[in-house]
């Protein structure tokens, strides 16, 4: 099974026979490179042309951070999977309005539905989300007779604020009260995890388009633009509420998360490194961890359901199968 590397010691990647060599200056590790999916880099890393050829021959992509955690750009090797009429079929359901519209729906639909389940799950067990619930219920039935992209973002981001409020209910906890959202930069320690689990989530979905057909610069909810990538934005609205957010209820709730993994440094507020390292264990553990996926009649774990859910959409794209974006049930 293939793994992702996460740097944060400053060192360098190197080549060693069929190996991945992380020099640092505390030791040298060795991993076979079948078994690397990707590499996130988080620290001052040099590679040299020739470990980017070899992760280009092994497909290995290399994702890099800022000083902040924030996402600066990827070594995205030459795609060996893309086809022609795949393309063609991703600009065509761009170009025609009512193609891109129909799948922009199932994306934000999606996304409001999985809010909501996770809303359910926390309501179940007492919290008073009552409110948001019903707030985010009536926007999502407005989204199937949205008559452009930019009401069906203005309806998902007014109901994601509905449900960023809902967090100081399910969280309950001083240092973690949700204001305001706050991105670039965050300026509050709940912003900055709410940013950090969004963009370790687009960069896994980044990592799995690769293995696949599918162009991520051709999104269709998301603009596709000058932007580099934006599939990857369309499809990570369906997950960030059942990976990122629970990882973050789950952290701040059991106290693992708590004031002192974070810096304030002018307004801005950062997760500190080893905050960065908790997190991405839990992550890490919850894209491993699988459930029963009634359709399919066996366990799947998150990690495999990205995947799928790209898979669903080339079919959707050639006419195979009609889109519907994967719901959880818990």
Not at 99 to 112: M, P, T
Not at 191 to 215: C, P, R
Not at 238 to 257: E, M, N, T, Y
């Given at each position: 099974?293939?793994?992702?590397?996460?740097?944060?010691?400053?060192?360098?990647?190197?080549?060693?026979?069929?190996?991945?060599?992380?020099?640092?200056?505390?030791?040298?590790?060795?991993?076979?490179?079948?078994?690397?999916?990707?590499?996130?880099?988080?620290?001052?890393?040099?590679?040299?042309?020739?470990?980017?050829?070899?992760?280009?021959?092994?497909?290995?992509?290399?994702?890099?951070?800022?000083?902040?955690?924030?996402?600066?750009g990827?070594?995205?090797?030459?795609?060996?999977?893309?086809?022609?009429?795949?393309?063609?079929?991703?600009?065509?359901?761009?170009?025609?309005?009512?193609?891109?519209?129909?799948?922009?729906?199932?994306?934000?639909?999606?996304?409001?539905?999985?809010?909501?389940?996770?809303?359910?799950?926390?309501?179940?067990?007492?919290?008073?989300?009552?409110?948001?619930?019903?707030?985010?219920?009536?926007?999502?039935?407005?989204?199937?007779?949205?008559?452009?992209?930019?009401?069906?973002?203005?309806?998902?981001g007014?109901?994601?604020?509905?449900?960023?409020?809902s967090?100081?209910?399910?969280?309950?906890?001083?240092?973690?009260?949700?204001?305001?959202?706050?991105?670039?930069?965050?300026?509050?320690?709940?912003?900055?995890?709410?940013s950090?689990g969004?963009?370790?989530?687009?960069?896994?979905?980044?990592t799995?388009?690769?293995?696949t057909?599918?162009?991520?610069?051709?999104?269709?909810?998301?603009?596709?633009?000058?932007?580099?990538?934006?599939?990857?934005?369309?499809?990570?609205?369906?997950?960030?509420?059942?990976?990122?957010?629970?990882?973050?209820?789950?952290?701040?709730?059991?106290?693992?998360?708590?004031?002192?993994?974070?810096?304030?440094?002018?307004?801005?507020?950062l997760?500190?490194?080893?905050?960065?390292?908790l997190?991405?264990?839990?992550?890490?553990?919850?894209?491993?961890?699988?459930?029963?996926?009634r359709?399919?009649?066996?366990?799947?774990?998150?990690?495999?359901?990205?995947?799928?859910?790209?898979?669903?959409?080339?079919?959707?794209?050639?006419?195979?199968?009609?889109?519907r974006?994967?719901?959880?049930?818990?």
């Amino acid at each position: 099974m293939q793994k992702t590397l996460y740097l944060f010691q400053s060192g360098r990647l190197k080549r060693k026979g069929n190996t991945i060599c992380v020099d640092t200056e505390e030791a040298k590790r060795y991993f076979p490179v079948t078994g690397v999916r990707d590499i996130f880099i988080f620290s001052e890393v040099d590679v040299n042309k020739k470990f980017l050829e070899f992760a280009h021959e092994n497909e290995v992509i290399l994702h890099f951070f800022g000083y902040h955690g924030q996402y600066v750009g990827s070594f995205y090797p030459r795609e060996h999977y893309n086809s022609g009429y795949m393309i063609l079929k991703q600009a065509e359901h761009y170009l025609d309005f009512k193609k891109r519209i129909q799948l922009s729906k199932q994306f934000v639909g999606g996304a409001l539905a999985n809010i909501q389940q996770v809303l359910r799950y926390y309501q179940n067990r007492g919290k008073d989300v009552q409110k948001q619930l019903s707030a985010i219920a009536n926007l999502s039935q407005k989204c199937a007779d949205s008559r452009s992209i930019e009401e069906l973002m203005a309806l998902e981001g007014n109901a994601r604020t509905h449900y960023y409020t809902s967090f100081n209910q399910i969280i309950g906890e001083e240092d973690f009260q949700y204001r305001s959202r706050s991105k670039r930069p965050p300026k509050d320690p709940l912003n900055a995890i709410i940013s950090f689990g969004n963009t370790l989530v687009y960069m896994k979905v980044l990592t799995e388009i690769y293995k696949t057909h599918l162009d991520p610069r051709i999104g269709f909810l998301h603009a596709t633009n000058f932007r580099r990538f934006t599939l990857n934005l369309d499809i990570a609205e369906i997950f960030k509420p059942i990976i990122a957010d629970r990882i973050l209820f789950s952290l701040v709730g059991k106290k693992i998360l708590s004031k002192k993994n974070f810096e304030q440094r002018g307004g801005i507020t950062l997760l500190k490194e080893q905050g960065r390292k908790l997190y991405i264990q839990e992550f890490e553990e919850k894209l491993a961890s699988t459930f029963y996926h009634r359709r399919l009649k066996r366990n799947v774990s998150y990690q495999t359901l990205i995947r799928m859910e790209i898979y669903k959409l080339e079919k959707h794209l050639i006419g195979e199968q009609p889109y519907r974006p994967f719901v959880t049930r818990w």
